[in-house]
T-cell receptor, first 110, second 124 residues
Framework: EDQVTQSPEALRLQEGESSSLNCSYT??????LFWYRQDPGKGPEFLFT???AGEEKEKERLKATLTKKESFLHITAPKPEDSATYLC???????????FGSGTRLLVRP | DAGVIQSPRHEVTEMGQEVTLRCKPI?????LFWYRQTMMRGLELLIY????????DSGMPEDRFSAKMPNASFSTLKIQPSEPRDSAVYFC??????????????????????FGPGTRLTVL
């Protein structure tokens, strides 16, 4: 069964304190792994898609990496505006469905 | 460019009433998804349309739920009759997909789903 587990559930950082969020997955042939950001009261906002192990993508203070079993979202020198819930999802080659993890709630304090 | 548009943004109704949620996908996208988000279960796919045709409705919880897509720019999700356990945030998402054939090599950039702002439904 395709499954996504995110850790930690919640993370509190001081502004400027770098850290990483983890997304572990099992899927019958990975088509793509997706990272989304969700602010309270809003829909998930697309960040990255990763397709194969070893791939990396960056956007401002965020960098996503992918291995055969997990993905990391690295946050470098975060700012309070990076506070949000970060969602990871996988899509199997044989499916159109996105299987979402439960998310990591990130709080960055000034 | 306008993103996915959903209405209403908030809906409060009483148990037993009919509820209709509306979605306008991104222009040019041919796939549309309805999701439900709750604290307990996270984001769950309810139904998927491709080229206005329902492909998979296995996530629809009960016969009380129905969805239609009469044209490429409009979809509805209806709950009749509504129950308190239906209270959740309902999201619509759309993506661009060349066809139903998924292949094995993947098509980079074609499967990204873009979400609307959601409808927060409260059933009293």
């Amino acid at each position: 069964e395709d499954q996504v587990t995110q850790s930690p559930e919640a993370l509190r950082l001081q502004e400027g304190e770098s850290s990483s969020l983890n997304c572990s997955y099992t899927v019958s042939g990975l088509r793509g792994l997706f990272w989304y950001r969700q602010d309270p009261g809003k829909g998930p906002e697309f960040l990255f898609t990763l397709y194969s192990a070893g791939e990396e993508k960056e956007k401002e203070r965020l960098k996503a990496t992918l291995t055969k079993k997990e993905s990391f979202l690295h946050i470098t020198a975060p700012k309070p505006e990076d506070s949000a819930t970060y969602l990871c999802a996988v899509q199997a080659r044989s499916s159109y469905k996105l299987i979402f993890g439960s998310g990591t709630r990130l709080l960055v304090r000034p | 460019d306008a993103g996915v548009i959903q209405s209403p943004r908030h809906e409060v109704t009483e148990m037993g009433q009919e509820v209709t949620l509306r979605c306008k996908p991104i222009s040019g996208h041919n796939s549309l998804f309805w999701y439900r988000q709750t604290m307990m279960r996270g984001l769950e796919l309810l139904i998927y349309f491709n080229n206005n045709v329902p492909i998979d409705d296995s996530g629809m919880p009960e016969d009380r739920f129905s969805a239609k897509m009469p044209n490429a720019s409009f979809s509805t999700l209806k709950i009749q009759p509504s129950e308190p356990r239906d209270s959740a945030v309902y999201f619509c998402a759309s993506s661009s997909r060349a066809g139903l054939s998924l292949g094995t090599s993947g098509r980079k950039g074609t499967d990204t789903q873009y979400f609307g702002p959601g409808t927060r439904l409260t059933v009293l």
